[in-house]
């Protein structure tokens, strides 16, 4: 016999990932040019220079050094230049015990989760959310619920989290700058959630986690501030990545950071440690450690995602869709012209359209446009969108 839960995983599609093998198929098909895949966030911005010449020196040293286990947190030198580097770009006084070095931001999730529930907590998720944040809660033996963000803007809407933050509750998880919307949590918003969480502390007598998950914190336009979580509300865990701010999604790097204004940050430091050893979370790639410990204030190129974004949204929005204005990362939210969201991506794939719908990230009546790709794809699909929303005025 086999897992029952782990063989429904195994089974079920993911919507985003079984989009994107069909658009691998179409285009061997009817040829690469003739199909706008819009479905996935695989940065098209190739790793900096710097990552390489890193990797190249490396590989000169001594095999043991680049090949051999690790302590399982990550090696001593690459946690201290983390910690060192969140010092001094963002004023806190970090640790290096309090970085715990992961294969992206995936493990440092799953590690957060179950470091900080127990089962049958749980744990809140802010809707539109990224899908696997539901399958990392309820492995944790936990149930996700979910809160719709505000609307209007769709920034955390404080009153409905209020509500649905009970006697269960362990944790809550916030993705800023957000996948799939786009939309950057301002200041006011994560200081009204910072007192709401420490008002529920109080009045719950329990402890209220922030799990902060940041992939795409470099990731912004217009000089939008991305304010640092940790500094905001004490008691935050922040999830970091490499896979997006660098291009190194396939090297699986990234680090969980426990805030060290938390007064329990030893303990959990301790049960992060142990929620890797449970989860097989161990000694992150060691070659990319020590890449990331020589690259490790290396800026984002966001030259092209910004330009994207500014060809996208101008060509969107004289066609007459209705979006998000995105200030980060580098997805757009558009409005289905049509409510049943999963009707609106068939008919967008009629027209060679990959586009996500919204069910995928709990949501009715949206889908989700990834623009890391190519300026040539979206100006390419330009003649697809007007055709799409031709059919739809018919
Ligand atoms: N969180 C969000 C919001 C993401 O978009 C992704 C990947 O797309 C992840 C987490 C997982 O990132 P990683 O590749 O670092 O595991």
């Not at 490396?58 to 946690?79: D, I, K």
């Not at 409005?335 to 995928?360: C, I, M, Q």
């Not at 949501?363 to 890391?372: E, I, K, N, Q, T």
Request: hydrophobic share 45%; charged share 20%; with cysteine.
């Amino acid at each position: 016999m086999v897992n029952e839960r782990m063989l429904g995983l195994g089974v079920e599609p993911n919507a985003i990932r079984e989009l994107f093998a069909y658009g691998m198929a179409r285009k061997a098909e009817i040829g690469d040019g003739n199909v706008f895949d819009f479905s996935i966030g695989n940065p098209s911005v190739p790793a900096p220079v710097a990552v390489k010449d890193a990797a190249l020196a490396l590989l000169e040293q001594p095999a043991a050094s680049l090949h051999g286990y690790s302590p399982a947190g990550g090696v001593p030198e690459v946690r201290a230049a983390v910690a060192d580097s969140i010092r001094r770009r963002f004023g806190i006084d970090a640790s290096s015990e309090s970085v715990y070095m992961t294969a992206g931001a995936a493990a440092s999730i799953a590690i957060s989760v179950s470091a900080v529930t127990e089962p049958g907590d749980e744990v809140v998720v802010i809707s539109p959310y990224f899908p696997e944040y539901k399958v990392w809660i309820e492995t944790a033996g936990c149930a996700c619920v979910e809160v719709p963000a505000r609307m209007s803007d769709f920034q955390p809407d404080i009153d409905a989290l209020a509500a649905a933050i009970g006697p269960r509750t362990s944790a809550v998880i916030i993705n800023t700058p957000n996948n799939p919307v786009g939309v950057v949590y301002s200041r006011k918003s994560l200081e009204a959630l910072a007192d709401l969480l420490a008002a529920k502390e109080a009045e719950l007598g329990r402890e209220l986690y922030l799990i902060s998950d940041e992939p795409y914190r470099e990731i912004v336009y217009d000089g939008v501030e991305v304010p640092y979580v940790p500094c905001v509300y004490e008691r935050t865990i922040m999830c970091y990545s490499y896979s997006k701010s660098l291009s190194l999604p396939g090297e699986r790097i990234g680090y969980v950071y426990v805030s060290d204004r938390m007064e329990n940050a030893a303990s959990v430091n301790s049960a992060v440690a142990g929620a890797g050893r449970a989860l097989g979370y161990v000694c992150a790639p060691v070659l990319f450690q020590r890449v990331i410990a020589a690259c490790v204030d290396e800026p984002s190129d966001v030259a092209s995602y910004a330009a994207n974004r500014k060809l996208l949204t101008k060509g969107l929005s004289a066609l007459g869709y209705e979006f998000v204005e995105p200030q980060g990362a580098f997805y757009l939210w558009m409005r289905a012209l049509e409510d049943d969201a999963r009707a609106f991506g068939e008919r967008a794939k009629a027209h060679e359209l990959l586009l996500v719908p919204s069910d995928s990230f709990g949501v009715p009546g949206w889908v989700r446009v990834s623009y890391c790709v190519s300026a040539d794809v979206i100006t390419a699909a330009m003649p697809a969108f007007k055709a799409l929303m031709e059919e739809y005025r018919r």
